[in-house]
């Protein structure tokens, strides 16, 4: 009897127990989601460049060539510069080279007050590096100036220079310029290979 008395206290207990357990459980799941649910705050953002500089560390800031890149030229893909400035030219059959138009060199007169309307000025086109045989002709060029006017060019010296491999050449052409704006048109073959634009100044 004694036994048996004990075993429905036993029981109760437990059935009693078992809410109390549960209910813990679920607090601490709850707790345990509240805590992953919750949105972490973004660090505050950097208000100047030392603070930027502290969070990403120093960027190396890249540089530019030291010169910029001579530019090429071929027949069908000419090329406009600046009078003074050098370009990687491929002739038709392959040779190729560095080609310059300096100048004007212009011979003004010592003997007037006023400006004169025009000048006699001489282009130099200078080959260097050359590949192969590269030849230019005095004929291949041609002048023009802001009005469209054409500007006659005749050889100062020869009239065909050639620079073979590693060779120099040099091509003077003189004309009479006037004030203002004009190019220099060089052509190999029938097709443009470059125009160097300039100023000439008269006063």
């Known amino acids: 009897c004694w036994a048996d008395a ?6 109760r207990r437990a059935h ?6 549960i209910l813990v459980g679920l607090v601490v799941l709850t707790g345990l989601i509240a805590g992953c649910s919750k949105p972490r705050a973004d660090p505050p953002a950097p208000t100047d460049a030392s603070s930027v500089v502290s969070q990403l560390g ?15 030229a071929s027949p069908g893909h000419p090329q406009l510069l600046t009078i003074g400035a050098p370009v990687l030219a ?6 190729s080279a560095v080609v ?3 100048g004007p060199d212009v011979v003004l007169p010592s003997t007037t007050t006023t400006p004169p309307s025009s000048v006699a000025g001489t282009v130099t086109i200078t080959v260097t590096g050359a590949t192969g045989v590269f030849a230019v002709h005095a004929a291949d060029f041609s002048s023009r100036d802001q009005t469209g006017h054409a500007i006659a060019l005749a050889a100062s010296g020869p009239t ?16 009479t310029f006037r004030a203002g704006a004009a190019q220099i048109t060089w052509q190999s073959a029938g097709s443009v290979i470059a125009i160097w634009d300039f100023n000439i100044e008269t006063d």
């Open 90 to 95: 491929t002739l038709p059959h392959g040779a």
């Open 160 to 175: 065909t220079v050639t620079a073979g491999n590693g060779q120099t050449a040099t091509l003077r052409l003189t004309g």
């Open 58 to 72: 120093r960027v190396p800031i890249p540089t530019g060539p030291a010169t910029a890149p001579t530019p090429t």
């Open 16 to 21: 009693a127990m078992a809410p109390t357990a």
């Open 100 to 102: 310059t138009a300096l």
């Open 6 to 11: 004990r075993r429905p206290s036993t029981t």
